[in-house]
Nanobody, 119 residues
Framework: QVQLVESGGGLVQAGGSLRLSCAAS????????MGWFRQAPGKEREFVAA????????YYADSVKGRFTISRDNAKNTVYLQMNSLKPEDTAVYYC????????????WGQGTQVTVSS
């Protein structure tokens, strides 16, 4: 079992920045990767970024490349999402999730944190 708690969401003007955090607890030693997803009102949840728990591999959705940066602090069992140059279309509930195996789905999810970007 892995527990995930997101924080750092809020209201920001377009062009601003926010940093989201996702603190993991439980069986974090068995994690393969962690990811960030988002869901805007009336839309399906979409992938934002992911990072391997070991190594340096990172992955981004095209819509956030060059603006968002995912990073991790293994000592704190925490993953971060630095979001710069925010746009109104980035408004969504942001969720972090953990994947326990390379080929499987994301197994555990946080409760989400709201990000609102005003124009």
């Amino acid at each position: 079992q892995v527990q995930l708690v997101e924080s750092g969401g809020g209201l920001v003007q377009a062009g601003g920045s926010l940093r989201l955090s996702c603190a993991a607890s439980g069986r974090t030693f068995s994690s393969y990767a962690m990811g960030w997803f988002r869901q805007a009102p009336g839309k399906e949840r979409e992938f934002v970024a992911a990072i391997r728990w070991s190594g340096t591999s990172t992955y981004y959705a095209d819509s956030v490349k060059g603006r968002f940066t995912i990073s991790r602090d293994n000592a704190k069992n925490t993953v971060y999402l630095q979001m710069n140059s925010l746009k109104p279309e980035d408004t969504a509930v942001y969720y972090c999730a953990v994947k326990l195996s390379p080929s499987g789905p994301y197994d555990y999810w946080g409760q989400g944190t709201q990000v609102t970007v005003s124009s």
